[in-house]
């Protein structure tokens, strides 16, 4: 009778019988299931994105926040000589667009932007080509060039302002070469100290675009450069017409970042010159920075919010004309 009851198990091969088949499951092991069930649950209810909530967290206080007050209070006369602070329209802009030193720093501004963009991409261009052997030597001088960009641009200011005085090091060096006393004043000129800082700020920043510039001749195919020499173009017409249009999106980023980072500039300029001789290299952000500290802080956001258009303005021409010479090369 029993054996009639028993059947073979399709799956394990063993016989198995009614009786354990149908036999009630403990209480203990649906709770096991269960919880393993809600584990299991958990972890397909995990994502990533969890993870971002922290930085977002800071970004939003310490950027998004400051930025939406930044807007607010340029329409307002907040001020250290009162605790009062009243909404003022457009009066802060009106008086603002008739300050001549603010349209003046505004064009030093603009000046100085397109001679780092011109000065630091050309130095990383050189010294991307120089180095591009992947040679140990090379990778050493990579290295040794791309300290500047990690190193305090408020350091590097003040190490240059101590070189270039007329009794500094490089008066010092340009004495021992001729066999002359030198004692040029590099920062003392109206005309070219703006020059001078501008170059201090492409070598600091140089390294980088030498490592997009790597980057990026890193990427051409070697066929192409062999099929140019085989036709017989030499190396300034191989750069010209194969190397040069490649290089489309390293130049893109290159001068977009360099001109653009360069807008905010103001430790470099504040260590080596704080915007003189004869407010020749008074930045934007040199004035608002005097400015917040004569207390008068509706003054300084409102001219804050003029840059960040300005630069805005400038971001999306220069990007857009760019990226046009990128599909036209």
């Keep these: 009778m029993l054996a009639a009851l028993h059947r073979q198990h399709p799956l394990k091969g063993h016989s198995m019988s009614i009786l354990e088949i149908t036999k009630p499951v403990p209480e203990s092991a649906k709770r096991a299931d269960h919880r393993t069930a809600g584990k299991r649950g958990g972890r397909n209810r995990d994502h990533p994105y969890w993870f971002l909530i922290p930085a977002l967290v800071v970004l939003f206080v310490f950027f998004f926040l400051p930025t939406l007050y930044n807007f607010i209070y340029a329409f307002t006369d907040w001020s250290s000589f009162k605790s009062a602070i009243n909404f003022v329209g457009l009066s802060n802009f009106s008086e603002l667009l008739t300050n001549g030193s603010l349209l003046e720093d505004l064009r030093i501004t603009l000046e100085y932007a397109i001679m780092v963009a011109f000065f630091q991409n050309l130095f990383g261009l050189l010294l991307a080509l120089l180095l591009e052997r992947d040679t140990r030597i090379n990778r050493f001088a990579r290295a040794a060039f791309f300290v500047p960009v990690v190193m305090s641009a408020l350091a590097v200011g003040y190490i240059f302002q101590a070189m270039l005085k007329p009794e500094g090091v490089i008066n010092g060096i340009l004495g ?116 917040f500290g004569q207390g008068l802080f509706a003054q300084a956001t409102t001219m804050s919010l003029m840059l960040f258009l300005m630069v805005a303005i400038l971001a999306f021409p220069v990007i857009r004309f760019l990226r046009k010479r990128e599909e036209v090369l």
């Design 176 to 291: 021992f070469l001729t066999g002359q006393h030198v004692t040029i004043a590099w920062l003392g000129s109206t005309t070219w100290t703006i020059v001078v800082v501008a170059v201090i700020h492409a070598w600091k920043w140089m390294g980088l675009s030498m490592l997009i510039y790597l980057a990026g001749l890193k990427t051409i195919n070697e066929d192409l450069v062999e099929a140019s020499r085989i036709d017989g173009a030499n190396r300034w017409r191989t750069f010209w017409s194969i190397r040069w249009p490649l290089l489309a999106p390293a130049i893109t980023f290159n001068v977009a970042t360099a001109l653009l980072g360069s807008m905010n500039g103001f430790d470099i300029v504040q260590a080596t010159t704080a915007g003189g001789p004869g407010g020749t290299t008074e930045l934007l952000n040199i004035f608002i920075f005097r400015t």
